[in-house]
């Protein structure tokens, strides 16, 4: 295991503990662990997880953004949840973008699990999107994301990152948990 698999792990428990916190320092922490994890995965073959971290690092500006005028605005960063036609048409999108993703890294790359990468990959910048706009649901993608790294990992011989990603899947629980307390709280609450 390589020095940047072990800096990328330390910096991605930070920061997913901080948006378990809904701390605004998630997102640089974030930053410095996806573009370490980048590297990482592109020289493992993974090209889906590579461009996804390049994703990741626009996604984690915008969210910091967000979170920044939230907590402005209310004190706190405000957790939200989706409506059921907003949550279909998410598990549609994911459908459709994963097939074709897949589709394009069987075809056109060496991709080592390219339909299996890329439904991650494309659960994952749902996640990522639905966390910066501070929806509740990006919890149980993340979730969903964990259980399914955690092997493709380990057969790639990547351990350190399948370790972290039962990491984040104990983390993601808290996570859940820990906006579901903030999603109850009154909104007198949030206005003190």
């Given at each position: 295991m390589s020095m940047l698999e072990w800096i990328a792990t330390v910096l991605g428990v930070a920061c997913v503990a901080l948006a378990a916190r809904r701390n605004v320092w998630t997102f640089p922490t974030a930053i410095?662990?996806?573009v370490l994890l980048g590297v990482v995965v592109f020289e493992a073959r993974l090209y889906s997880d590579a461009m996804l971290q390049g994703?990741?690092?626009?996604?984690?500006?915008?969210?910091?953004?967000?979170?920044?005028?939230?907590?402005?605005?209310?004190?706190?960063?405000?957790?939200?949840r989706m409506s059921n036609g907003a949550r279909a048409g998410w598990a549609?999108?994911?459908?459709?973008?994963?097939?074709?993703?897949?589709?394009?890294?069987?075809?056109?790359t060496n991709a080592?699990?390219?339909?299996?990468?890329?439904g991650i990959a494309v659960?994952?910048?749902?996640?990522?999107?639905?966390?910066?706009?501070?929806?509740?649901?990006?919890?149980a993608i993340w979730i969903?994301?964990?259980l399914a790294s955690v092997p493709m990992y380990a057969l790639k011989g990547l351990y350190l990152f399948a370790g972290l990603f039962v990491i984040y899947l104990a983390l993601a629980v808290w996570g859940l948990i820990d906006w579901r307390r903030a999603e109850h709280r009154p909104a007198a609450a949030l206005a003190a």
């Amino acid at each position: 295991m390589s020095m940047l698999e072990w800096i990328a792990t330390v910096l991605g428990v930070a920061c997913v503990a901080l948006a378990a916190r809904r701390n605004v320092w998630t997102f640089p922490t974030a930053i410095g662990s996806v573009v370490l994890l980048g590297v990482v995965v592109f020289e493992a073959r993974l090209y889906s997880d590579a461009m996804l971290q390049g994703f990741f690092v626009a996604a984690n500006l915008y969210g910091w953004a967000n979170w920044m005028r939230a907590r402005h605005r209310l004190g706190e960063v405000a957790v939200e949840r989706m409506s059921n036609g907003a949550r279909a048409g998410w598990a549609i999108g994911w459908a459709v973008a994963t097939l074709l993703w897949g589709a394009a890294m069987h075809r056109f790359t060496n991709a080592a699990y390219p339909w299996w990468d890329a439904g991650i990959a494309v659960a994952s910048v749902a996640g990522q999107v639905l966390m910066a706009r501070r929806r509740i649901e990006n919890w149980a993608i993340w979730i969903a994301v964990d259980l399914a790294s955690v092997p493709m990992y380990a057969l790639k011989g990547l351990y350190l990152f399948a370790g972290l990603f039962v990491i984040y899947l104990a983390l993601a629980v808290w996570g859940l948990i820990d906006w579901r307390r903030a999603e109850h709280r009154p909104a007198a609450a949030l206005a003190a």
